[in-house]
């Protein structure tokens, strides 16, 4: 049976606690968001098929790779400012706002259909942390507006596969 004790550490913090509170309101649905981009994303990987199938493979890691890295960013700063993040498998599979992938093979328009829109699922998170945390922390914010460019800029590479 898993110890399911839990421990308290408490790491101090400069900033006030009211701004760590809505910091971590509008930074952990982002960390839960990229965190199910980065399963996701891996799924996409494995499965899409089709004449170009390389490049999205490779694109996909690259998406995954920059999903877990934002992830770790945004949870790191509500860390850094003294609170736990939860990102279990069971917590990112209940909170998440991403639409949920097609299991199995998929060809690549529909892949990147299905990896654009948990983009753009993100992208909402993101933007209203963008938004919220200018009043409460810029410092926050600034780790906002860096995950919302990035996931912009691998939107616009995933699009550039199927556009006309």
């Known amino acids: 049976m898993a110890d399911t004790t839990t ?5 101090q913090s400069s900033v006030d606690p009211d701004v760590a509170s809505g910091v971590a309101q509008f930074l952990a649905p982002v960390v839960i ?3 199910a ?3 996701n994303g891996k799924q996409a990987h494995w499965h899409v ?3 170009s199938f390389i490049g999205v493979h490779e694109l996909l890691d690259d998406v995954v790779a920059h999903a877990q890295e934002w ?5 790191e700063r509500i860390v850094a400012l003294g609170l736990p993040v939860d990102a279990r498998l069971s917590t990112v599979a209940a909170k998440t706002t991403t639409p949920e992938l097609t299991a199995g093979f998929s060809q690549i328009g529909n ?4 990896v654009v829109a948990q983009i753009d699922a993100i992208l909402v998170s993101v933007n209203t942390a963008v938004a919220e945390l ?3 922390d810029p410092s926050s914010q600034d780790v906002a507006i860096e995950i919302a460019r990035g996931l912009d800029k691998d939107r616009w590479f995933l699009s550039a596969h199927v556009s006309a």
């Open 134 to 136: 200018d009043e409460i």
């Open 7 to 11: 421990t308290t550490t408490t790491i």
């Open 37 to 39: 981009l980065v399963v």
């Open 111 to 114: 892949t990147i259909a299905e």
């Open 71 to 75: 992830a770790d960013l945004a949870a």
């Open 33 to 35: 968001d990229l965190t």
């Open 49 to 51: 098929r089709g004449s």
